[in-house]
């Protein structure tokens, strides 16, 4: 190989570095802030939820109160649709694959305080005031805890999420890292080769036509290793020789 | 010396091992292009432009010499493990660069101590690499090249005597080109055979072939958490520990034996003791658990006890018993067995049984000489005369050796850890056994070392896979001039 194609194959292979070592950060940061994203809208779509299925359910309480102590019906229908806001997070939340193990829990303390309420309103007789206060204040505060846990328990699964984020943003530097350093490697041993095959043998030629310009001492230069340079070494051989014959 | 000349092989070198990482990323494709597939790729582009760089400006050398010859062999085993730490460190997890590190040299030299908590959480790829190490290392990363380069003249046989040990050299009376065929051979051989054989008798592909890797290079390596003891089977024991047992055997003797030669298995000495130290070791632990009541029957104790003593005179490591519950003389039993080590010329580590019969013999022909003071008497090895000068380097070999070891044993205590711990670490090291007592015993790894002593203890696994001189020919600077 000449040397032109041998210096310019070893910048090329060190850009070629730099450009891979580059891609593989850019790809894994662009994955990291894609992450990042979803993990963040998942967070906040969950506190969302939350925050909506608590507001129904106390508004279902105030809502129940209201209809017991005035006995309107008009309480009833606002009743009906607080409790079907309620029943719309829920099941948005139950689509959610991921969240299905946590929501049954909610699910089955969601049914006995309905059907704690359904059964009031059906058959107020059954109860006097003080044993549905209590049977109801149970059933709302276990809903209530659940949906609570609910937030607790999507707010620590993230915690996956942000592992996962951050042995990406790991491969992102480390790849940049070792590559960076492979580089330096390359160009310590790129520089050596450039100094022992081109550096040192054009010194030794500079140094033998000096001596033979100054001095008339005779030209013997040994290089090795590069077919350019022994070329040139033998082309100002040859034309001392023939300077020498004139 | 010629550096450029040293560059230029030991790319050579490196350029294979980028090829075996792109296999790894192709296991990890195969695997559902797990997460290692990545980290293996871009190792793979790293090591091949480190490994070719050199062969852009460097010419072929026809000839090369002893110093030449050494830095080559030298250089490529810690180029070998610094470019194979590259795979484990972009892909994260438990890895960080004393982790990487010390888990590429313990792979590359065979020693299968692992630094790891979770093996089973690494994936398939990685896996595949962790054992592929090994099964490079088991035949020696120069050597594997000069198998597989036919066209280096003079170079080959240069390496090859530099790249083998002393006493290995004895039992191959071939030509640099057949020896390093013959070598390739026989490994392909016993990795193809326990490979079927595992598989036929119900491992898994993925786990027969990586286990076949570490016992045919004697590494450790495994992809279960509990090592063997994982599967549970009397019969793939039995077929590992045929494989162990034959691997720890001359290469260039098992070649002889079926090629029909004289020199064979049965007519040496050497492999008559090995074969016979582990059965009466294994006997010998097997009545002492039985004795002490660890296991319910002596067939269990048997099981374990032959099963660990073969690992470990083989340098193997691989364990299927909590051995650290064991009585003190079994544990005795298995350091002595960790010191000596198998036959020289296999894939094991170690002092070698070699230089342990040698070692009786000329205790015994002293003895003879100071009875007889006039008489001639030779010490004979495998039916040859040894020279003084070769059994003077075997002797000097074994107290460096033990010296070594305590030297580690101290500094492994210095840095806070019991005796038992201290000495199982610098003897698993330097040994390339890998598994120890204590707590790097096989329940344990050696993740409870400190950065200091994993990397202390991976230079001691250099040391012990270059027999010591090797790597302390680095350390004289003036001889490189």
């Given at each position: 190989?000449?040397?032109?194609?041998?210096?310019l194959l070893?910048f090329?292979v060190?850009g070629?570095l730099?450009?891979?070592?580059?891609?593989v950060?850019y790809?894994?940061?662009?994955?990291m802030?894609?992450n990042?994203?979803e993990?963040?809208e998942?967070?906040?779509?969950?506190v969302?939820l939350?925050?909506?299925m608590m507001?129904?359910?106390?508004?279902?309480?105030?809502t129940l109160?209201?209809?017991?102590?005035?006995?309107?019906?008009?309480?009833?229908?606002?009743?009906?649709?607080?409790?079907a806001k309620?029943d719309?997070a829920?099941?948005?939340?139950t689509?959610?694959?991921?969240?299905?193990?946590?929501?049954?829990?909610?699910h089955?303390?969601?049914?006995?305080?309905?059907?704690?309420i359904?059964?009031?309103?059906?058959t107020?007789e059954r109860?006097s005031?003080e044993?549905?206060?209590?049977?109801y204040?149970?059933?709302?505060?276990k809903?209530?805890?659940e949906?609570?846990?609910?937030l607790?328990?999507?707010?620590?699964?993230l915690k996956n999420?942000?592992?996962e984020?951050?042995?990406?943003?790991?491969r992102?530097?480390?790849?940049g890292?070792?590559?960076?350093?492979?580089t330096?490697f390359i160009?310590?041993v790129f520089?050596?080769f450039i100094?022992?095959?081109?550096?040192?043998?054009?010194?030794?030629?500079?140094s033998g036509?000096d001596g033979?310009?100054?001095?008339g001492?005779?030209?013997?230069?040994?290089?090795?290793?590069?077919?350019d340079?022994?070329?040139?070494?033998?082309?100002i051989?040859t034309?001392?020789?023939?300077?020498?014959?004139? | 010396?010629r550096?450029p000349?040293v560059f230029?092989?030991i790319?050579?070198?490196l350029?294979l091992?980028?090829i075996?990482m792109?296999?790894?990323?192709?296991v990890s494709l195969?695997y559902g292009m797990?997460?290692?597939?990545?980290?293996l790729l871009?190792s793979?582009a790293l090591t091949?432009a480190?490994?070719a760089?050199?062969?852009?400006?460097?010419?072929k050398?026809?000839?090369i010499?002893?110093?030449?010859g050494?830095?080559?062999?030298?250089?490529?085993?810690i180029?070998?493990?610094f470019?194979g730490?590259?795979p484990y460190l972009?892909?994260g997890?438990?890895?960080n660069i004393?982790?990487?590190?010390?888990?590429s040299?313990s792979?590359?030299?065979?020693?299968?101590?692992s630094a790891?908590?979770d093996?089973?959480?690494?994936?398939?790829?990685?896996l595949?690499?962790?054992s592929?190490?090994h099964?490079?290392?088991?035949?020696?990363v120069?050597?594997f090249?000069?198998?597989?380069?036919p066209?280096?003249?003079?170079?080959?046989?240069?390496?090859t005597?530099?790249?083998m040990?002393?006493?290995?050299?004895?039992?191959?009376?071939?030509?640099?080109q057949?020896?390093a065929?013959?070598?390739?051979v026989?490994?392909l051989?016993f990795?193809?055979?326990?490979?079927?054989i595992?598989?036929l008798?119900?491992?898994e592909?993925?786990?027969?072939?990586?286990?076949?890797?570490?016992?045919i290079?004697?590494?450790?390596?495994t992809?279960?958490?509990?090592?063997?003891?994982h599967y549970?089977?009397?019969?793939?024991?039995g077929?590992?520990?045929?494989f162990?047992?034959l691997s720890?055997?001359?290469f260039?003797?098992?070649y002889a034996t079926?090629t029909?030669?004289r020199?064979?298995i049965?007519r040496s000495?050497?492999?008559?003791f090995?074969i016979a130290t582990?059965?009466i070791?294994?006997l010998?632990?097997?009545y002492n658990?039985?004795d002490?009541?660890v296991?319910?029957?002596?067939?269990e104790?048997l099981r374990?006890?032959l099963?660990h003593?073969?690992?470990?005179i083989?340098?193997?490591g691989?364990?299927i018993?909590?051995t650290?519950?064991?009585p003190?003389?079994s544990?005795?039993?298995?350091?002595?067995?960790m010191?000596?080590?198998a036959c020289?010329?296999s894939?094991s580590g170690?002092?070698?049984s070699d230089?342990?019969?040698l070692?009786i013999?000329?205790?015994w022909a002293?003895?003879l000489?100071q009875?007889?003071?006039n008489?001639v008497?030779?010490v004979?090895l495998?039916?040859?005369?040894q020279?003084?000068?070769?059994i003077g380097y075997?002797?000097?070999?074994i107290?460096v050796?033990?010296?070594?070891?305590?030297v580690g044993s101290?500094?492994v205590a210095?840095a806070?850890y019991?005796l038992t711990?201290?000495?199982?670490m610098?003897?698993?090291s330097?040994g390339?056994?890998g598994?120890?007592f204590?707590e790097v015993g096989?329940?344990?790894s050696?993740?409870v070392?400190?950065p200091?002593?994993?990397v202390?203890c991976s230079?001691?696994?250099?040391?012990?896979?270059?027999e010591?001189f090797?790597?302390?020919?680095l350390?004289f600077?003036?001889?490189?001039?």
């Open positions: 190989m000449r040397m032109r194609a041998k210096i070893g090329l060190l070629l730099l450009l891979f070592s580059g891609m950060s790809f894994e940061l662009n994955r802030g894609k990042t994203r993990v963040l998942e967070s906040s779509h969950n969302e939350s925050e909506k507001d129904a359910l106390n508004e279902q309480n105030i109160m209201q209809a017991i102590t005035l006995d309107s019906p008009r309480y009833d229908t606002i009743f009906y649709s607080l409790r309620f719309s829920l099941e948005e939340i689509q959610n694959e991921d969240n299905l193990m946590e929501v049954v829990s909610i089955s303390a969601r049914d006995s305080y309905y059907e704690l359904e059964e009031y309103f059906r107020p109860y005031i044993e549905f206060a209590e049977a204040s149970k059933e709302f505060f809903l209530s805890y949906v609570k846990h609910y607790d328990d999507s707010q620590h699964s999420g942000i592992i984020l951050e042995e990406t943003a790991y992102a530097t480390t790849a890292i070792v590559t960076l350093s492979v330096i160009v310590i520089a050596f100094d022992i095959y081109y550096i040192k043998p054009i010194l030794e030629i500079n036509l033979f310009i100054t001095k001492s005779s030209f013997v230069v040994k290089v090795e290793g590069d077919k340079m022994e070329s040139l070494r033998e082309r051989d034309l001392i020789k023939m300077y020498v014959k004139k | 010396m550096l000349i230029r092989y790319g050579m070198i350029l091992n980028s075996f792109l296999i790894s990323a192709g195969i797990d997460t290692a597939f990545y980290p871009l793979a091949a480190l490994g760089f050199p062969l852009l400006f460097v010419e050398s026809e000839q010499y002893n110093k030449e050494y830095a080559i062999v030298v250089g490529a085993w180029m070998a493990c470019v730490m590259f972009l892909w997890g438990e890895f004393s982790v990487a590190w010390f888990e040299v792979g590359f030299t065979t020693t299968g101590a790891l908590t093996v089973e959480a690494l994936p398939h790829g990685l595949f690499w962790r592929l190490t099964w490079l290392g088991g035949i020696g120069v050597m090249v000069l198998v597989i380069i066209t280096l003249g003079k170079t080959k046989m240069t390496l005597s530099f790249e040990s002393p006493l290995a050299k004895e039992n191959y009376p071939y030509k640099a057949k020896l065929s013959i070598l390739l026989v490994y051989t990795t193809l055979s326990e490979t079927l595992l598989k008798v119900g491992m592909w993925f786990d027969s072939i990586t286990n076949s890797f570490s016992t290079a004697t590494g450790g390596f992809v279960r958490n509990k090592s063997i003891g549970d089977s009397l019969v793939i024991e077929v590992i520990m045929f162990m047992a720890g055997v001359h260039g003797l098992i079926f029909g030669k020199r064979n049965f000495e050497v492999t008559r090995y582990f059965m070791a294994g010998l632990i097997a658990l039985w002490n009541q296991y319910g029957t002596f067939g104790s374990s006890g099963f003593s073969i690992s470990s083989t340098t193997t691989f364990s018993a909590d650290t519950l064991w003190p003389l544990v005795l039993i298995i350091f002595m067995l010191i000596q080590c020289a010329g894939t170690g002092i070698k230089r342990i019969l070692t013999k000329v205790l002293r003895i000489k009875q007889h003071p008489a008497i030779r004979r495998n039916g040859a005369t020279e003084e000068t070769f075997s002797l000097l070999f107290v050796y033990l010296f070594l070891i305590f101290i500094v210095a806070g019991d711990t201290s000495f199982s610098s003897v698993a330097i390339n056994i598994v120890g204590g096989p329940t344990s050696f993740a070392a400190t200091f002593i994993k202390f230079i001691y696994m250099l040391l012990g896979r270059l010591i090797g790597l302390l020919h350390l600077i003036r001889w490189w001039r």
